[in-house]
């Protein structure tokens, strides 16, 4: 396949009618090492934040062995691309059929689940035949933790309050060979201190409930770069979460696991777009809320930005996006730094969108098409690059604009 210097480069080549998604497997390859070498236990890439076979494959090479799976369409795609990773099946609520067939078809021994309704459920999807239960399932309660340090809440659909969790892990030990408790603190997680305090959760958890525990998983939550979000350094995150989770009260052989989604591949994808329309401070561009810029519709997600076109002015102006449907809601306010001159025809191209972007398109209004081609240069922000320095010493996004 031909790999394109940058995102220039492409705009130049092919003018392109649709909007175009960018790969970096070089990104992708390096923050999967960078997990895989430095957590102090094991990673598992959560799957849903992008499901790409391309992205899977690089994380695997770069020694991402397990991964995090939140369907049964999620458990089949793995299992084809990578026959022999290790899936873990991390819904707190699944279909049985979900379950049995992640179980006796997949070799999925991972579940998760926070009510005793799913213990149950799990119970008796993995069950053979003659109703024997299985006595080979790892099985992590969900607890339910702040998304207060998070920029995107995971804190009020799943997971059980600590005042009713003893009763369920007590259950689930009953029938675990292997027993974990988990935990999401939300996506985006701007300090590190959010895992400390989830991890007080678990030490009350399980000190309640007098239970051995096998396994620790602190879930996904770490942060990317985004323009007004600059996280401190993950080494920070792994060092207090290490700290923290060697004070537990856990049997001596237990691991601790964590779920990254966005940390491992908010780099690999960038995507050009090309403006339609001027009206104002706003741009018609070809992408949308309903293709990859979900968040910066729904959530005022900021993206960085650059213009792709030849010649432009100096001064910049703050602009907001209208995405190419017929849909009022079809619009990221932004605002987002571009050329003052800035006109239809132009491509642009909206950087850190490989996490809960290429993932979220849809075809809504015959939109959500468009090719993926590879590029040589570097993202525009990264948390792996060696040059980024502290940010709470300076200035610490390490821009390629
Ligand atoms: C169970 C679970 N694990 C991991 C993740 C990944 O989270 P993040 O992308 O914030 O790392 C999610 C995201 O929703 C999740 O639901």
Not at 289 to 314: I, K
């Amino acid at each position: 396949m031909h790999i394109h210097p940058d995102a220039s480069a492409v705009a130049r080549a092919f003018s392109p009618d649709e909007p175009v998604i960018l790969n970096r497997p070089h990104a992708a390859a390096r923050a999967g090492r960078f997990f895989a070498e430095k957590f102090p236990g094991k990673s598992l890439y959560a799957v849903k934040a992008n499901p790409s076979p391309e992205l899977l494959r690089i994380l695997w090479d770069s020694g991402i062995t397990h991964f995090d799976v939140a369907s049964i369409t999620e458990v089949r795609l793995v299992r084809s691309v990578l026959p022999e990773a290790t899936l873990c099946f991390m819904h707190p609520v699944k279909p049985a059929s979900a379950i049995a067939e992640a179980y006796k078809i997949h070799g999925v021994r991972t579940f998760s689940l926070d009510s005793a309704e799913e213990l149950a459920k799990i119970v008796a999807a993995t069950a053979d035949d003659a109703g024997e239960p299985a006595a080979d399932l790892s099985l992590c309660v969900r607890l339910r933790v702040s998304s207060e340090y998070s920029e995107l809440s995971l804190a009020s659909k799943f997971g059980i309050d600590l005042a009713d969790a003893a009763p369920l892990l007590q259950a689930t030990r009953q029938v675990a060979d292997c027993l974990g408790i988990c935990f999401h603190v939300g996506s985006q997680a701007m300090t590190p201190f959010a895992y400390v305090q989830a991890l007080e959760r678990v030490r009350a958890a399980i000190v309640d409930a007098s239970v051995t525990v096998d396994i620790v998983d602190v879930g996904g939550g770490f942060p990317s770069i985004y323009p007004g979000m600059e996280p401190p350094p993950l080494e920070d995150y792994f060092a207090v979460i290490h700290r923290a989770a060697e004070s537990l009260p856990v049997s001596y052989s237990s691991e601790l696991w964590c779920e990254p989604g966005r940390a491992l591949c908010a780099e690999y994808n960038s995507l050009i777009v090309r403006v339609d329309k001027v009206r104002g401070k706003d741009l018609y561009i070809n992408d949308g809320a309903y293709g990859a810029l979900y968040d910066a519709a729904h959530v005022g997600w900021r993206f960085p930005v650059r213009s792709l076109a030849p010649v432009q002015e100096d001064t910049e102006e703050g602009f907001s996006f209208y995405g190419p449907t017929c849909d009022d809601a079809d619009y990221m306010e932004g605002p987002f730094p571009l050329p003052a001159d800035v006109k239809a025809g132009d491509y642009i191209e909206i950087g850190m969108l490989g996490a809960y972007g290429a993932a979220m398109r849809t075809a809504f209004n015959g939109f959500g098409q468009g090719a993926a081609i590879e590029v040589a240069d570097e993202p525009m922000s990264s948390l792996y690059r060696g040059d980024r320095r502290d940010p709470r010493v300076s200035e610490n996004v390490v821009s390629l604009r």
